[in-house]
């Protein structure tokens, strides 16, 4: 987990996982953490150094052995809830203000505390010992010793770290490696990487200890592809200095094809770039979690109103400030405290739901104090290759050009016509085996050695190796059919025939691919015939106005793209030695240029570019991951919109959105043209606002010149499209959006990704979620949830995010509703007795209420459902109600309000009229009444029966009647066995919960949800 510069070419790949930010003490200047600057590094010799360093450890941790317990109660405390609990348990200390026994207050807050402290020390484990693991991985490190072996937390600046491939290494092509970046920017492209030149000459690896070089680098800082620097040797005669660039450089993160490198190490631990990329981890809290926060806001100012009312009602009369913090106590319950645990409770019991699900296998909650976030997402940013597509490109079609005159059927010309078709098809296939920058590599595999395997072009040994995967699909199609690609070197390329004749080809000139020209060249000669050809391919756009005319271009193009591929034309020109020397005394005097160079070179070319034949088109399709299509599909009913960042080029997303239905058939894209300036993004916006119902396809150039200048408008333009596709996206972009995203339309975000470019945006989102695939963990580790494959995302919305929300809403109005209940009768009881602050319940039967007696049944509404999961899967557009709040909703809190109230003063008034002469069998009716008034409460709000619901009714009502043996300081126990007991309470139940059965009956019948419409 260090950046290297490459020296000499050794043996081996490593997968660096977890780099997320440095976190080796609080105080970041004494490791090292003070300003950036530049560097000067000697190799081998890490005591040398100038400057501190940061170390090359992972902290993921909130908390250390210190600051645990401190930072846990500063964050429960930090919130009005929990601070008022602890400011009223501390209020009994006062002789004045005491109402009661201090456990009626300490028992319910400390049992609070004691679950929020040790959830927080269970995932506080869990992740010290995920960093343990990354800080301990063992790295082999060059000394005057040999090899020694060192843990990633040891590494320091200037250390000689050996990077190897995890197999049986292949050798490096003349000191150059491949190495693949998808953890940084998310291309899975191979980028070739090349030594410093003057340290291939040294014999061993060892023998750089022994020479007198150092490193000058550059500051660290965010930009991942480019890099200045200078390697210097002092001990030559005369001195070497050799400049470094991004292609000089192996960034922490980076996979190696094959082969192995030596690497001094530049920057260490918060430096690296893959970490200054990477956003720090923000604490989280639910949007549902603040919206039960501003609940309880409410309810304490109806606690202030309602005790204030009580001292006027008084006339204010001696004491009354004293009456007024008495009050407050009495109708402390009209704040729950019970509210945070449930919920707390309640989270974990989603969380295991979720882990337990064997739909979606190998699932995992990282964060379960924001489940419910997944039931109210309004748009879904994901990335794309690992999430949408695999890693690997497929071959579907070719189209291979026949004139007119190849077209004729009849007898005499057939042998002509077939003869003329076969021979364009074998032009076409070798035209694609040879323009591509793919080089094949050979490995041992266990039978055979690797220069065994190379020697004699072993197929079992053969891999591709190239920067672009569209290219190795090219190159193993025209192996399939027979021409194979089976030798390459700077200079000369080998294709073997079905017949086992090897073709040698020498190579003149290669025109790279640049976004620039959208197509790429390649000028070869043919050993056995001498024959000087130029090949071309490229876009459809750009190669329509290079090749000869032809009616048939632009249809076939128009219809492979509409089926999701990416299309490349591929064309040829034959050239005389005249014709190529002629060109290449221009080229080499174009690239000779100090002014105007790359267009002087451009120019060139296109001279060469002119009329050329057209050979076939080709198209080449970016494989889906397994039900890409209907997961995208049940999102897009459910009324989520999809964005997909991606560091991909614009065609292969464009292609990929198109293919995996992310547009829909009937909807246009719009691709965003380049702009540079504000008047040009001005002029853009213009275009694009003219659009309706349209995709919106967008490099991340062109966004940043956007959002520098119209950020609102460009938000609200890209808010009304059904689809976005931002290519080209540096992480830090991937988190912009994100933020953007939520400060403008104020709606829930879920970021999907599974590689360490993805780090930011998941971490930056309302909800993110990891995907652990083929390139690593690091993402899943750093996300709140973490899935295995796209497609369970489906579930993970559709089914737990909608059950845990609409669970936590009915559990938390519940709860709110059982206070309520209480604190009515409290009221009631104190107006009736003239506004005396006397509590109505005392002891244990206030801390029983609303633990062993109500707790159970409350708490099992955790397992209530409206609908199965089949129908919430299948029916997506249930998903879409949720996202309007309506479960836990202003008017949902004061229906329950109204009903509290209702069901409160009957039964207390009920309880004042019935009974006789004794002031305990108010108590013992009106607690007998309330008990079983809200076990009927929660019967009547279960929508599908569990068995574990009713085994906790059942245990609630044995409970309470058991304990009444032992409450006869507070209920007369001959009173509750007699007739006239049992018909006062059946008669107060009745009449509290029976009129909202009806009523209850009377929506179903008249007014039914949409989700009972499905379950009938």
């Not at 695939?773 to 497609?791: N, R, W, Y």
């Not at 039964?907 to 009106?926: C, D, K, N, R, T």
Request: hydrophobic share 40%; net charge positive.
């Amino acid at each position: 987990m260090t950046d290297n510069i490459p020296l000499q070419p050794v043996r081996h790949k490593k997968r660096h996982d977890n780099k997320r930010r440095d976190g080796c003490c609080p105080w970041s200047r004494c490791c090292g953490g003070g300003d950036f600057r530049p560097r000067t590094v000697w190799l081998g010799h890490p005591e040398k150094r100038e400057q501190r360093y940061p170390r090359n450890v992972i902290n993921n941790q909130k908390y250390n052995f210190f600051t645990f317990l401190p930072g846990v109660l500063f964050n429960q405390f930090k919130y009005f809830f929990n601070l008022y609990f602890l400011l009223l348990a501390c209020s009994q200390f006062v002789n004045e203000l005491r109402l009661g026994a201090l456990y009626t207050y300490w028992v319910p807050l400390g049992f609070v505390l004691i679950i929020t402290i040790m959830r927080e020390a269970v995932e506080e484990m869990r992740c010290f010992l995920r960093d343990k693991e990354v800080n301990s991985q063992i790295y082999s490190k060059l000394s005057t010793r040999g090899t020694v072996k060192v843990k990633s937390s040891g590494i320091q600046v200037g250390d000689l770290i050996i990077v190897e491939k995890t197999f049986v290494p292949d050798f490096c092509h003349k000191g150059s490696c491949f190495l693949r970046t998808d953890q940084l920017d998310g291309e899975t492209d191979w980028k070739l990487r090349l030594p410093v030149a003057c340290t291939q000459r040294l014999p061993t690896a060892a023998d750089l200890l022994q020479i007198r070089s150092f490193v000058y680098a550059e500051e660290p800082n965010i930009d991942i592809h480019n890099f200045i620097g200078t390697f210097t040797r002092e001990d030559g005669d005369p001195p070497v200095s050799e400049s470094l660039s991004i292609e000089n450089t192996l960034w922490a993160s980076t996979v190696i094809a094959s082969g192995t490198v030596v690497g001094v190490v530049i920057y260490t631990g918060k430096e690296l770039r893959s970490v200054m990329n990477t956003s720090n981890p923000r604490h989280k809290i639910g949007l549902f979690d603040l919206e039960v926060n501003c609940l309880t806001k409410i309810l304490f100012g109806a606690l202030v109103v309602v005790s204030l009312v009580m001292v006027a009602l008084q006339h204010f009369a001696g004491r009354w400030y004293l009456q007024i913090f008495r009050f407050l106590l009495l109708f402390s319950n009209i704040v729950p405290i019970s509210l945070r645990v449930n919920l707390d409770m309640g989270k974990m019991v989603y969380s295991w739901m979720i882990k337990k699900d064997s739909k979606i296998p190998g699932t995992g909650v990282r964060a379960s104090t924001i489940p419910e976030q997944l039931g109210r997402i309004s748009y879904l940013l994901t990335d794309k290759t690992g999430m949408i597509s695999v890693n690997c490109k497929c071959f579907c079609k070719i189209c291979i050009f026949a004139n007119k005159a190849t077209k004729a059927s009849r007898a005499p010309g057939a042998t002509k016509v077939r003869k003329t078709i076969s021979s364009r098809v074998h032009e076409a296939v070798k035209a694609i085996a040879l323009v591509h920058n793919v080089t094949p590599a050979y490995e041992s595999n266990g039978v055979t050695d690797q220069a065994e395997a190379e020697q004699h072009y072993e197929d079992t040994c053969r891999v591709y190796q190239a920067s672009s995967p569209d290219e190795v699909s090219l190159v193993q199609w025209t192996e399939s059919v027979g021409l194979t690609l089976v030798g390459r070197d700077q200079s000369s390329m080998q294709l073997r025939t079905p017949s086992g004749q090897i073709l040698t080809f020498t190579i003149l000139q290669i025109f790279p691919f640049t976004y620039e020209s959208k197509r790429m060249g390649i000028i070869v000669r043919d050993e056995s015939t001498g024959e000087i050809t130029f090949y071309l391919k490229g876009a459809d756009v750009v190669m329509a106005g290079i090749v000869q005319y032809n009616d048939w271009l632009e249809e076939e193009c128009g219809n492979m793209a509409r089926e999701g591929l990416r299309v490349l034309v591929v064309a040829k020109k034959s050239l005389t030695e005249e014709q190529y020397q002629d060109f290449e005394a221009r080229y080499v005097q174009a690239k000779l240029s100090v002014h105007d160079r790359s267009l002087k070179v451009a120019t060139v070319i296109e001279s060469l570019e002119m009329e050329m034949e057209l050979l076939c088109l080709t198209g080449v399709e970016d494989q889906l991951q397994a039900d890409v299509r209907p997961t995208l599909e049940i999102l897009r009913n459910a009324g989520i919109k999809v964005w997909m960042l991606t560091g991909d080029k614009l065609e292969t997303a464009t292609c990929t959105a198109k293919n995996a239905h992310l547009v829909t058939r009937n909807q246009d894209i719009h691709v965003f043209r380049p702009v540079t300036t504000r008047s040009e993004a001005h002029l853009e916006l213009n275009a694009f606002r003219r659009k309706h119902d349209c995709a919106l396809v967008i490099s991340g150039d062109s966004l940043e010149v956007c959002l520098k200048f119209y950020e609102y408008e460009f938000m609200e333009l890209a808010c009304q499209c059904p689809a976005v596709v931002c290519c080209r996206c540096a992480p830090t972009q991937k988190a912009q959006i994100v933020r953007l995203l939520q400060e403008r339309t104020g709606k829930l975000t879920c970021a999907v990704g599974d590689g360490g470019n993805d780090v930011s945006m998941i971490q930056e989102a309302d909800c993110g979620v990891g995907v652990e695939g083929k390139e690593g963990k690091q993402a899943s580790l750093a996300a709140d949830f973490s899935i295995t494959q796209f497609k369970h995302l489906g579930r993970l919305l559709m089914v737990h995010g909608r059950n845990s929300y609409k669970r936590s809403a009915a559990l938390s109005q519940f709860v709110i509703h059982r206070s309520l209940c209480i604190s009515t009768m409290q009221a009631v009881f104190s107006s009736v007795f003239y506004f005396a602050s006397v509590p109505l319940y005392q002891g244990f039967l206030i801390i029983g209420y609303s633990t062993i007696y109500t707790m159970f049944p409350v708490f099992s509404l955790v397992l209530d459902k409206d609908v199965k999961s089949e129908v919430a899967m299948l029916y997506p557009e249930l998903y879409k109600d949720l996202l309007k709040g309506r479960p836990l909703s202003f008017k949902t809190f004061l229906l329950w309000v109204l009903i509290s109230i209702y069901q409160g003063s009957i039964i207390m008034y009920g309880a004042l009229l019935l009974f006789e002469s004794e002031f305990v069998h108010i108590v013992a009716i009106s607690f007998t009444s309330l008990i079983l008034t809200e076990l009927l409460m929660v019967a009547l709000t279960v929508q599908t029966w569990h068995w574990l619901m009713i085994v906790a009714e059942l245990l609630s009502l044995a409970c309470y009647i058991a304990s009444l043996v032992f409450l006869h300081e507070f209920i007369d126990l001959y009173f509750i066995t007699t007739l006239s007991f049992v018909w006062k309470v059946t008669a107060i139940t009745l009449v509290s919960c029976l009129p909202l059965y009806i009523l209850k009956y009377l929506r179903r019948r008249f007014s039914p949800p949409s989700y009972s419409k499905l379950t009938s």
